[in-house]
């Protein structure tokens, strides 16, 4: 566990009506590869033209968390059951609706909701990836 985690930056969300998704109790799979977190704040850095110091504008302090979750060999079963967590109107409903995520390195569960596409890879023998799924962490589940 790292000193300092997206936990410590990161507000309590109530998730409304979407408070039963929770993909961190269901049996997705944990994602086979380094997950990435990816932080930034809402800031603009204006560059003048002349010899004038740069403007940089603060939108909000609050940080903002991405991490992207990557399965490169999975059952037909284990890929189906992301496919449709990530396509079912009822769960995930593409980048709509906001679920639990329990994240499997540093055992916190946070409001999240995915911002990318999600894309499936099919082999031959039944071997199946899902890549790159980037997540959003809107803040700590309540």
Known sequence: MANFEMWDFLDTTALGADSTLDLG??????????????????????YPDDDSPEEIISYSNQSIFHITNVWPVLTESESGEIFNFWHSTGIANGIARKWRYTHPTDGHTYTARFISE?????FLG?????TAVRIRILGRAT
Request: glycine fraction near 10%; proline fraction near 6%; charged fraction near 25%.
């Open 25 to 46: 109790d269901s049996t997705m799979p944990v994602s086979q590869k380094t997950i990435p977190e990816f932080g930034l704040k809402n800031q603009t850095i204006h």
């Open 118 to 122: 999600i894309t499936r890879e099919r």
């Open 126 to 130: 039944g071997i199946e990836g899902v």
